[in-house]
């Protein structure tokens, strides 16, 4: 019996054979091969913009990605690099740009961005650029908005994402991401298939906590304020978790929670026309203190002591489209 080690050798002298004999040969040019997605530049370019107005400032932190989609693939094919804009010069435009345009909106930024890449090269056929916006707040001080001094406020993850293709109209995504969330009532999950498979009670009053995730696209670039946009999604979000603060709003899943968030987004915000979420069940399960004694403990209801159990878990998610939808990405 060959040992195995005289089989690894002997394919790996194969491979090197084959490979040697493909290197004369260019598969891509003989037109064997072609690319599927491809394109290069520069991730997490840190960028804080300090705009001032006299003595008040406002502060935009991001973590900025490029990434260009060149007309050739001279550089990959032949190691030819005289169409690169190297992932250095994409970090330096960035700095550029915010020097000479400023800052409002990661919407607007990487619209910004998309623009000059496609009409300073004009071998750029697509370029898409990514936002992650750090939660900075103004603080307050005795109920008054400091000039210049910020809190780290991390309720929620801002982030938007543009594409645009030359001669195409940009695609804008924003999102949110890490909004953690729990309630401790108004929630249940009963009447669910009862079966072999089932060994969950119905549960008229339980836990509810997730992670929301939202992305959404809008129809049009035109006349949004992206500020207010992904403000008013979060509250959305947030209404339909918690509702009003004395008796809350009744949730008989996370699927219907999910979706009537959804649904009050789209029926609020015209120029959104698809939004996808996902909310994670992070369970908390009602510890059993059944099995005690009364001599330890004296009564056998429970409502006080729950084990959080994160692995594994329920993660829900659904996108809702208006219907003269079509995706354009
Ligand atoms: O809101 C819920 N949806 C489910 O689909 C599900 N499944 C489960 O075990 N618990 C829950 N909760």
Known sequence: MASAKWSYEHKVS?????????????????DKYMFGNYGYGKNSVKLLHVSRDGPKHTIKEYEVDTHLRLSTTDDYVDGNNRNIIATDSQKNT???????????TPEEFGLLICSHFLYTYRH???????IE????????VNNRPHNHAFIFDPIATRHATLVQRRNESPK?????????????TQSAFTDFIQDGYRTLPDDNDRIFSTIVTANWS???????????????????????FAGPPDEGIFSPSVQNTLYLSE??????IQQIDRIEMSMPNKHYYTVDLSKFPQSVIDTKENKEVYQPVDKPAGFIYAELLRKNHVSKL
């Open 14 to 30: 194969n491979i090197n054979a084959l490979s040697k004999e493909n290197d004369s040969i260019d598969n891509f040019k003989a």
């Open 94 to 104: 960035i700095y550029v740009l915010a020097k000479k345009f400023g800052i409002k």
């Open 124 to 130: 750029v056929e697509e370029v898409e650029v990514v």
């Open 133 to 140: 916006q750090y939660p900075w707040e103004r603080l307050q």
């Open 172 to 184: 804008i995504t924003s999102g949110l991401k890490n909004m953690r969330v729990l309630k401790t």
């Open 218 to 240: 809008y129809s049009t670039t035109q006349g949004v304020d992206f500020d207010f946009a992904w403000d008013s999604v979060k509250n959305f979000i947030l209404q339909k």
């Open 263 to 268: 649904k009050l987004i789209l029926d609020s």
